[in-house]
């Protein structure tokens, strides 16, 4: 089984900036990691080699300094490695994006295709089934788990709030992976130098700024937004309820808590849990 995974590298979400005039994010000076969910779909990829056999790609676009994130990934158990890097591709949308990583995907040949459900810089959820449409191939989002027995066929489980579903699909095929915590990997030392591809294959009117119709307007970042709930238990539950339902009081007065809906909502059913131990 011949396994690509697509990589991201991202700021660190806790030092992440804005540039007020281009709105793009500001790389420069800020700390960079491989994007969560695409350590899943790699950890994913390595347990599928490990039953099936075959081989582990890792693939990225962006800078040269993305590189540095897929050593790690060769570090981690990867055979191979590929960065397209090239000026061509710089202010990509997530359209643009997907195209390119699906020329390079079609270019390596592949039996399936793993990605992290979204990048933490973007949270779109996008360049994967945007993929997946490029390249005529089922695309997963949301999932949960993957099993193969035989390399040929792979079982894709979807997590989609509270319900699972389960399906199984002959490859080709592309799969979103959720972020899940996984174990520490092992590193290896010797690993094969990263490859680096430019643009030239690709179609430059799919690509970068020239394929990319989205335009970013504007970015603001929304402040945290507390409302106060009075704490009353001789209130009619219904009025209580009220309360919750509207975020609590719009200002501050005698004996309130602070804190957002859902963490006063949790206080009531406590305090209700409580006084229903009282009665009995």
């Known amino acids: 089984m011949r396994i690509l995974v697509c990589v991201k590298q991202v700021p660190d979400t806790a030092e992440v900036k804005i540039d007020p005039v281009t709105n793009n994010l500001v790389r420069a000076g800020v700390p960079s990691m491989i994007n969560p969910a695409d350590r899943t779909a790699l950890t994913a990829a390595l347990r599928l080699r490990a039953v099936c056999g075959g081989t ?29 890097c090239d000026r061509k591709l710089g202010g990509a949308d997530t359209l643009a994006t997907g195209h390119a990583l699906a020329g390079l995907i079609a270019r390596l040949g592949y039996d399936l295709v793993l990605c992290g459900n979204e ?7 996008q360049v994967g ?6 390249l005529g191939i089922p ?5 949960s788990e993957l099993r193969s027995e035989d390399g040929a066929s792979i079982d894709v489980t979807r997590s989609t709030g509270d319900t699972q579903d389960t399906y199984r699909v002959k490859l080709p095929a592309l799969a979103c992976l959720l972020w899940q915590e996984t174990a520490e990997l092992p590193e290896r030392e010797d690993i094969p130098a990263v490859q680096m591809l ?7 009117t799919q690509i970068g700024s020239k394929g990319s119709p989205t335009r970013v307007v504007k970015i603001t970042v929304k402040q945290r937004e ?21 975020g609590g009081l719009s200002k501050k007065d005698v004996n309130l808590l602070r804190g957002t809906a859902e963490e006063q909502a949790q206080r009531v059913l406590v305090a209700l849990e409580r006084q229903e131990v009282q009665q009995r």
């Open 56 to 84: 582990v790609t890792v693939i990225s676009m962006g800078p040269p300094q993305a590189a540095a994130e897929l050593e790690r990934c060769l570090r981690w158990g990867a055979d191979e490695a590929y960065l397209l």
């Open 198 to 204: 430019d643009a030239s294959f690709l179609d430059e």
């Open 226 to 246: 507390y409302q106060y709930l009075q704490v009353d238990y001789h209130w009619p539950l219904e009025q209580r309820m009220d309360y919750i339902f509207r």
């Open 129 to 134: 089934p945007g993929i997946g449409e490029t």
């Open 119 to 125: 990048a933490v810089d973007g949270c779109t959820g």
């Open 139 to 143: 695309a997963f989002s949301y999932v």
